[in-house]
């Protein structure tokens, strides 16, 4: 019998075929799954480092990254010679505790009053949360004002009383995130004990500025 005509052959290549074309489909489709995955790593990734930044029960910026912020804020404030304004505001609401839910809601409004893209704001503690306002002069304390009393409009009726305390700190060589700290957590303890629902705001005079930079 011819063998040209014997079936076997053509079957057998077209079976090896079938194989060869199947393993290159399963490597491609390994090679895709493992960029997909690899896509997903970073993405997730990303999403855990960008969440640890952001307090998941107000929408503010951690405590911890915005003291984070706060040192490099004062290293650059230093760098370029540009004052730096830090402020911390109390919720009171008597008796009650501050819930979360509220706190969020001013936190979205605080966040609707800055513009501009290094301001943040990052939350304190259970009745306060922070602003960090770079390059800024004794004009934030027009700002302050305007923030506590338009924050007492909108939330005053729910009983809400407002008090803010804010430094703007001059670039010295003292400047530290610790020492700003400091000075703001002692500046809103007198300012809760002697002028609740006001606005208590410091200047650091610019005279007090030293040349001896250590960069």
Not at 21 to 28: D, F, G, I, N, R
Not at 157 to 186: H, M, S, Y
Not at 198 to 203: I, L, R, S, T
Request: hydrophobic share 40%; with cysteine.
């Amino acid at each position: 019998m011819n063998s040209a005509l014997n079936p076997i052959p053509v079957v057998a290549i077209i079976v090896s075929l079938l194989l060869v074309a199947a393993t290159v489909m399963m490597y491609l489709n390994h090679r895709s799954l493992q960029r997909q995955l690899r896509q997903q790593k970073q993405w997730f990734d990303h999403e855990l480092e960008r969440l640890g930044k952001i307090d998941p029960e107000t929408g503010a910026v951690s405590r911890e990254w915005f003291r984070h912020l706060l040192d490099t804020e004062c290293r650059r404030a230093v760098r370029e010679l540009a004052p730096l304004t830090i402020m911390r505001l109390h919720v009171d609401l008597g008796s009650e505790p501050v819930n979360t839910s509220l706190l969020s809601q001013i936190v979205e409004q605080v966040n609707q009053m800055i513009s501009r893209p290094g301001d943040q704001v990052g939350r304190y503690d259970a009745r306060s949360i922070g602003l960090l306002l770079p390059s800024t002069n004794e004009h934030a304390g027009r700002f302050a004002d305007r923030c506590v009393q338009l924050l007492q409009e909108k939330f005053g009726n729910q009983g809400v009383r407002f008090t803010l305390a804010g430094w703007t700190l001059q670039p010295t060589a003292e400047l530290t995130a610790i020492k700003a700290l400091e000075r703001l957590d002692a500046l809103y303890a007198d300012a809760i004990s002697t002028s609740p629902g006001q606005v208590v705001y410091q200047v650091e005079q610019a005279d007090a500025l030293t040349m001896n930079y250590q960069l």
